[in-house]
């Protein structure tokens, strides 16, 4: 059983920042994907941004390239999810996810795959 724990969100004017962490337990960190997605009020939930098992590949959302930079410390069983410049349109519940499958890419989760998901934590972007 994988737990993933999040934390870091909060209420931000707009054009600031804010960091997500999320740290995992029960089973080796290094051995799968890791991504956020977000789920606005009344919308469904979508993809933000994944990185591979080394850290070595990313992939992002185009409403979020070149605002958000994701980040993963394996030493510390942690992904991080920095958030610069932010919109009122950013606003949503962030949650955590990874995929351990052995098929499993950045590719993939930005599609949609993942096993174990976070409870998520709020992100609210004022204008």
């Known amino acids: 059983q994988v737990q993933l724990v999040e934390s870091g969100g909060g209420l931000v004017q707009a054009g600031g920042s804010l960091r997500l962490s999320c740290a995992a337990s029960?089973?080796?960190?290094?051995?799968?994907?890791m991504g956020w997605f977000r789920q606005a009020p009344g919308k469904d939930r979508e993809f933000v941004s994944a990185?591979?098992?080394?850290?070595?590949?990313?992939t992002y959302a185009d409403a979020v390239k070149g605002r958000f930079t994701i980040s993963r410390d394996n030493a510390k069983n942690t992904v991080y999810l920095q958030m610069n410049s932010l919109k009122p349109e950013d606003t949503a519940v962030y949650y955590c996810?990874?995929?351990?499958?052995?098929?499993?890419?950045?590719?993939?989760?930005?599609?949609?795959?993942?096993?174990?998901w976070g409870q998520g934590t709020q992100v609210t972007v004022s204008s």
């Open positions: 996810a990874t995929d351990g499958r052995s098929y499993a890419t950045t590719h993939t989760m930005s599609r949609g795959g993942a096993d174990y």
């Open positions: 029960g089973r080796t960190f290094s051995s799968y994907v």
């Open positions: 990185i591979s098992r080394a850290g070595t590949t990313t």
